[in-house]
């Protein structure tokens, strides 16, 4: 939200009807209420003009820096 929508200037609501999301689909990553999927990354991409695996790695970051962060392992 903070890296790409406000500095854009894009709604979450704008985002989902760009990209085929749903805006529920869209809150809940941002909210960090859902993973990123491949379908999902596929449809940011082709919006944002990056590529699937941009997407993915973030994800992947994000899944790594959680799991340190609760000391799981």
């Known amino acids: ?18 990209t085929g999301l749903t805006r529920e689909q869209i809150s809940s990553i941002v909210r960090c209420k859902c993973s990123i999927t491949a379908e999902v990354a ?4 082709r919006y944002f003009g990056t590529t699937e695996q941009f997407w993915l790695d973030l994800q992947s ?13």
């Open 42 to 45: 596929s449809c940011l991409a």
């Open 1 to 18: 939200m903070e890296e790409l929508l406000i500095p854009l200037g894009i709604s979450q609501k704008r985002l989902a009807e760009k």
């Open 61 to 73: 970051n994000y899944n790594l820096e959680s799991t340190q962060a609760s000391e799981l392992c």
